[in-house]
């Protein structure tokens, strides 16, 4: 009941931010709702392929779809400025963010023979790929990949350990999965207002052949 619930808010968290994140660039309804739809479903789509979990919970839960239409068709009819776009977006990413990664890292825990260090990289991707996928499709360099993005899959990832030990620990499955998300949303939400990163690895400025 309680991955039930954390998976169904990362949905409507991930779905408000592509929405957000497409009508920003401009797109009509048609490129709103896919970019809402593939930020809230491809990472745990992902998750659910290399895990073997059959049927994928969109489908196994046919009325996130539909919730994500709808939350499509509402938020186009709202006019915003610009600028709120840009000061609204960080909050929808880290939630989505966080709540992903917890229930991805979760779902992993319950395949046999899964080691933490497995687990924490499904967290990751659940909560990341999505992301990943809606900026290919908007033509992007995903923010995954780019070395001025604050923290993002490093946040991922420490909430994902978090949630682990203190599962490890038996400490309650709510209180874990709480303070699983808080390190997450906190961690991005600081690295987003004080440009915390982490360090660009290329060898120089001159460019390589």
Do not use: Q
Not at 171 to 187: D, H, P, Q, R
Request: with cysteine; net charge negative; glycine share 8%.
């Amino acid at each position: 009941m309680l991955l039930t619930l954390i998976e169904f808010l990362a949905v409507i968290s991930a779905g408000v931010y592509g929405v957000l994140l497409a009508r920003r660039l401009g797109m009509d309804f048609v490129g709103v709702f896919s970019v809402a739809f593939i930020i809230s479903f491809g990472g745990g789509t992902l998750r659910d392929l290399f895990l073997d979990r059959t049927p994928l919970f969109w489908i196994a839960a046919p009325h996130y779809p539909i919730i994500i239409f709808f939350l499509a068709v509402v938020l186009s009819l709202i006019r915003y400025p610009a600028r709120f776009f840009e000061r609204l977006l960080p909050i929808p990413d880290a939630l989505g963010l966080g709540l992903f990664s917890v229930v991805g890292t979760a779902y992993a825990l319950e395949t046999p023979d899964m080691s933490w260090f497995n687990a924490a990289l499904f967290g990751v991707v659940t909560g990341t790929f999505g992301g990943v996928m809606g900026d290919v499709v908007c033509n992007r360099v995903p923010s995954l990949f780019r070395p001025s993005t604050p923290l993002y899959a490093t946040a991922s990832f420490l909430g994902s350990w978090t949630y682990i030990l203190l599962t490890e620990f038996h400490v309650i499955e709510s209180i874990a999965a709480t303070l699983g998300l808080a390190v997450v949303v906190f961690t991005r939400l600081a690295a987003i207002k004080w440009d915390i990163r982490l360090p660009d690895l290329r060898y120089g400025t001159e460019e390589i052949d």
